[in-house]
Structure formats: structure tokens, C-alpha cells
């Protein structure tokens, strides 16, 4: 009953100790120490847990032969498993992908806000538009200049300055030494910046998905600023769903430490694993960032320009940090949306990946705005034109989606 006990006890222990560990990490990076300092505290916790344990688990034989064995046994455990806990926690993976060149046309704003965006303008060959078009990616962590221009070319060609760009953290951008740093707060005044530093008085606003609720929140803080906005399948305005690093099955002692330390202390995590190992890892969930509503199943992309078409994944759509933190809304959202005056257009698909429902409460939080259901990207970049040139668009006034809606309610 006795060997029982201990082995119950013993297993308790075994399993606390990583969660201990990580607390023991998180504990001491809070208070400012260096990341050797915490990952040495965290493991030293985990492995003396670790080997209390052990010494509960394997039963004290009377035998003084017996009580060697024990102790050889216990302690070739303890380092088989300390050795490998801590080299994968201490030793960085392999980078795969790095940073891909700059695309065709790429340049970059330097803005008040010290954030650097890199961005691609589209030049009509003739500006017969007042006002710019801007487009807003598809989600915090999605990057633009690698792809969308050669779709949306297309809207220079009825005279306006297109401009795409990667938001802070994103893609060609620059990343922040702070990963708390990165917010929707952060974007909406890097997108007041982008506004001054193009000159112009009120943007065209183009956005889906996480940028449409960008758009969103610039619209309420800044209702001036815009001429007219669509969103497209637009992420809930209350969503503050982020990129997460545990998706992709069991994760490892290193992915758990970062894990814990962006909850707690994100500069710690900053520091311990960079920003070319968290573009890695978040790359594969990121997106492709093409701002237009696909059909099911989605069509093949769009052509690239020869220098883009071989840019590897994470270079273009990965995010990093930037897709990993939490964005609430801004104070005053909804109150905001409710003196809005531009006209704006909510656009949902057969299939984009967000919700009737969120696109429903978006609408009703923008007085006035239009809706319009287009299935596939022909009808959306038609559905697109006619309202920025001011032409009526054909609405859609069902509450309930049609039959042929394949995404979520």
C-alpha cells in the first residue's frame, strides 16, 4: 500500500513539473532577468521536480545491491530526460524559409509612430481619382506587396492610386523589439500615418477579413478620413482571435516556452526566440494574402509577376509576433461606427472563411451601409468598381444567407 502511495505521489509530481517549470520561467522573466537567467531557472525547477518523482515512482529495495541499482537508474533517467528537455528548449530549429526580396515596385514609409511599412503603388496611367484606393490585408500576420497588386492593377486602370501594403510586423515590414507593441490601436494610427504621408485628404478603403475590422476601427476613429470603404467578409468587431502556435499537434518544450512567455512577459519572449523563428513558425497559418473572397473550392492564384512568383511562403504572408498577439477593440468602436457617414459596403461570398452572422453585426453597426453578396472574384472586383466609382451596386437584403453559402453561420 505503501509502494502504491509513493507511486501515485510520484507520478503527480512527475507530471507538475513542466508546469511548474514554465511557471518557475515565467515567474523570473517577469521580474527582468536575461533569457539565460529564466530558461536556467525554469529547468533547474522542472528537473529537481522531475527527479522527486522519480525517487517516489521507484520503490526503496532493502537489498543494498538493490538501493545502487535504484540510484544508477534514477539518475540515468533524470539526464536522459533533463538532456533532451533542455537542448530542445535551448536550441533554436532551423530557420527555413528567410526573408524573401523585395518585390517589384516595393518602397517604404518611415512614420511617426516609428513603425517602417514596406508598401507597392499601383500608378494609373493617369490619376483621374481624387481620392487613393488602400487595401488592407486579410488578417493580423497576413502580409500584401508579394501579391495583391497584380489583381488589383486592375482598379488603376479606372484612374486611381492604388496603394498595398504590409502591416507592422508583417511580411516586408519591420518587426517591433516589443511584441506587445503590436495592437489594432497601433494599426489604425500607422493607417492615419499612411493617409498623411500619401497626402491625400480621404482614402478608398478596400479590406477583408481582420482588415476590414482595421478598416472598421479606422472609420470610427478617423470618419473623416475616409471617401468610401469596403469590407469585405469582415472579421467580427468584437473578435480578438489571434494566430496560435499550438495548432499544428503536441508542441515542444521550446514552443512552450514561448508560448508562456508571450502571455506574461511578450518582450522575454522577444528576446528568447527571435522574429525569424516565430516568421517560421506561424508562416504555414498566415494566409496567402490575397484580399479576395474565394469560391469552394478556391481557384487557382492569381499570375505573379516573374520575381514574385518564387517568393517562398513565409516571406509573404508570414506574421510572427504581430499574428499572435490579441487585438481588442479600441474604446468607443461601435459609438464611433454610429456617426459614420461615407458610404460603405459590406461584402460576403459563398465561402471567405468568417461568418454571415459577423458580417450581419457590421452592417447594423454602420448606419447606411450597403450589402452585397458576390460569388467569386470576377463579381467581387466588379461589385468593388461600381461602388467606388458610385454606380449602384445590386444589394442583398435577405437576413439569412442563400442556398449556395458554404461558410460559416
Not at 139 to 149: N, Q
Not at 189 to 214: F, H, P, S
Not at 233 to 256: I, K, M, N, W
Not at 311 to 319: E, F, K
Amino acid at each position: 500500500m505503501r509502494s502504491f502511495t509513493g507511486i501515485v505521489a510520484g507520478a503527480a509530481v512527475l507530471a507538475l513539473s513542466p508546469v511548474a517549470g514554465l511557471a518557475a520561467l515565467a515567474g523570473t522573466a517577469m521580474v527582468g532577468a536575461r533569457p539565460g537567467v529564466f530558461t536556467g531557472t525554469g529547468l533547474a525547477v522542472f528537473a529537481s521536480l522531475f527527479f522527486l518523482g522519480l525517487l517516489l515512482c521507484v520503490p526503496r529495495p532493502g537489498p543494498a545491491w538493490g538501493r545502487w541499482l535504484r540510484a544508477a537508474l534514477i539518475l540515468a533517467m533524470e539526464a536522459a530526460v533533463v538532456w533532451q528537455v533542455a537542448g530542445a528548449t535551448l536550441t533554436p530549429p532551423p530557420v527555413p524559409v528567410a526573408a524573401g526580396p523585395p518585390v517589384a515596385g516595393q518602397r517604404e514609409w518611415r512614420l511617426a509612430t516609428g513603425s517602417r511599412l514596406a508598401y507597392v503603388r499601383v500608378a494609373p496611367k493617369r490619376v483621374a481619382r481624387p481620392e487613393p484606393v488602400v487595401f488592407l490585408s486579410g488578417g493580423a500576420g497576413v502580409a500584401d506587396v508579394a501579391t495583391d497588386p497584380a489583381f488589383y492593377r486592375r482598379l488603376a486602370a479606372d484612374g486611381y492610386e492604388v496603394y498595398v501594403y504590409d502591416q507592422v510586423g508583417t511580411g516586408r515590414s519591420a518587426r517591433l523589439p516589443d511584441p506587445a507593441a503590436y495592437g489594432l490601436g497601433r494599426d489604425v494610427t500607422d493607417l492615419e500615418q499612411v493617409r498623411q504621408a500619401i497626402g491625400a485628404r480621404r482614402l478608398n478603403l478596400v479590406a477583408r477579413g481582420g482588415g476590414a475590422r482595421l478598416a472598421a476601427a479606422y472609420l470610427s476613429a478617423h470618419p473623416d478620413g475616409v471617401a468610401r470603404a469596403v469590407l469585405a467578409s469582415p472579421a467580427g468587431l468584437d473578435e480578438v482571435r489571434t494566430a496560435s502556435l499550438l495548432d499544428d499537434g503536441p508542441p515542444g518544450p521550446r514552443l512552450l516556452a514561448v508560448y508562456t512567455l508571450l502571455r506574461v512577459e511578450p518582450a522575454a519572449a522577444h528576446a528568447f526566440a527571435g522574429d525569424a523563428e516565430l516568421d517560421a513558425r506561424t508562416a504555414a497559418t498566415s494566409g496567402s494574402g490575397d484580399d479576395t473572397p474565394a469560391p469552394c473550392p478556391p481557384p487557382p492564384p492569381l499570375p505573379a509577376s516573374p520575381r514574385t512568383a518564387s517568393l517562398p511562403a513565409a516571406a509573404d504572408g508570414s506574421g510572427g509576433y504581430a499574428s499572435l498577439v490579441e487585438r481588442p477593440s479600441p474604446p468607443g468602436l461601435r459609438e464611433g461606427l454610429a456617426r459614420v457617414t461615407a458610404p460603405v459596403l459590406v461584402v460576403k461570398g459563398p465561402c471567405d472563411g468568417e461568418s454571415w452572422s459577423a458580417a450581419t453585426d457590421v452592417r447594423r453597426a454602420i448606419p447606411g451601409s450597403g450589402f452585397a453578396y458576390a460569388e467569386g472574384r470576377a463579381a467581387y472586383l466588379g461589385t468593388v468598381r461600381a461602388f467606388l466609382a458610385g454606380r449602384a451596386v445590386p444589394p442583398y437584403e435577405a437576413a439569412a444567407p442563400p442556398p449556395g453559402y458554404l461558410g460559416p453561420w
